[in-house]
């Protein structure tokens, strides 16, 4: 059975529009213009503790507070639509893992609450607080005998997978939907896409191996 390993953001999750609608939380009812990545810890993972540490008051900490947890309440909608779809229509034929990165609690917070009961469709849900490889690493040292994907924005973390696993399918995945990072990356994955839907086209035709 095929195993398709996951990233969450920007994969999954439209963080962008997540972040643009926190920033306005903190922005109207913390009276705070400070950018996300203000409160970025050294491995790029954003900590919201040190971002509301820096509302002016407990009173308007007290307001932020509580539009995030409406916010948070409502990560579903943040999901994209052909997310919903890839994965019903995935997880009976492959082996689904989530392997994400973020500072531990947020993180476990944003994925369950946005996925809901979608989260038993995984074998195993990973949360990295400073690299994704470690991950790859187990599966190397298990010295695995089936297909591996991995489907990542980010082309420096497909760049280390495939560096630890050669055999891995990189796909990257850029979203047309999102703002464009304006960087270009040397690294070649094995595949690039703009939605799961054309990864679905990548790992049909390899159901029967």
Same mark, same amino acid.
């Given at each position: 059975?095929?195993?398709?390993?996951?990233?969450?953001?920007?994969?999954?999750?439209?963080?962008?529009?997540?972040?643009?609608?926190?920033?306005?939380?903190?922005?109207?009812?913390? %009276?705070?213009?400070?950018? @996300?990545?203000?409160?970025?810890?050294?491995?790029?993972? #954003?900590? /919201? $503790?040190?971002?509301? +540490?820096?509302?002016?008051?407990?009173?308007?900490?007290?307001?932020?507070?509580?539009?995030?947890?409406?916010?948070?309440?409502?990560?579903?909608?943040?999901?994209?639509?052909?997310?919903?779809?890839f994965?019903e229509?995935?997880?009976?034929?492959?082996?689904?893992?989530?392997?994400?990165?973020?500072?531990?609690?947020?993180?476990?917070?944003?994925?369950?609450?946005?996925?809901?009961?979608?989260?038993?469709?995984?074998?195993?849900i990973?949360?990295?607080?400073?690299?994704?490889? %470690?991950?790859?690493?187990? @599966?190397?040292?298990?010295?695995?005998?089936?297909?591996? #994907?991995? /489907? $990542?924005?980010?082309? +420096?973390?497909?760049?280390?997978?495939?560096?630890?696993?050669?055999?891995i399918?990189?796909?990257?995945?850029?979203?047309?939907?999102?703002?464009?990072?304006?960087?270009?990356?040397?690294?070649?994955?094995?595949?690039?896409?703009?939605?799961?839907?054309?990864?679905?086209?990548?790992?049909?035709?390899?159901?029967?191996?």
């Open positions: 059975m095929p195993k398709l390993v996951l990233d969450f953001d920007r994969t999954l999750f439209d963080t962008w529009q997540f972040t643009t609608a926190m920033k306005e939380i903190f922005k109207v009812y913390g %009276s705070i213009n400070i950018p @996300i990545t203000a409160s970025y810890d050294k491995y790029g993972n #954003f900590i /919201i $503790d040190n971002h509301l +540490a820096l509302v002016p008051t407990k009173a308007k900490r007290k307001k932020v507070k509580a539009h995030i947890r409406k916010l948070f309440d409502d990560a579903g909608r943040f999901v994209f639509q052909d997310a919903w779809d994965l229509s995935t997880y009976q034929d492959n082996e689904l893992v989530l392997l994400t990165q973020g500072e531990t609690q947020y993180q476990c917070r944003k994925v369950y609450l946005a996925l809901d009961d979608h989260t038993n469709l995984f074998k195993k990973i949360i990295a607080e400073n690299s994704k490889t %470690s991950y790859f690493r187990e @599966i190397s040292e298990a010295n695995p005998r089936h297909e591996i #994907f991995f /489907i $990542d924005d980010k082309s +420096a973390q497909l760049e280390a997978a495939k560096k630890i696993l050669h055999q399918y990189t796909v990257h995945i850029v979203r047309r939907e999102l703002p464009c990072r304006g960087k270009s990356d040397a690294f070649v994955p094995d595949f690039k896409v703009g939605s799961l839907t054309e990864v679905l086209a990548i790992i049909s035709p390899r159901k029967k191996i």
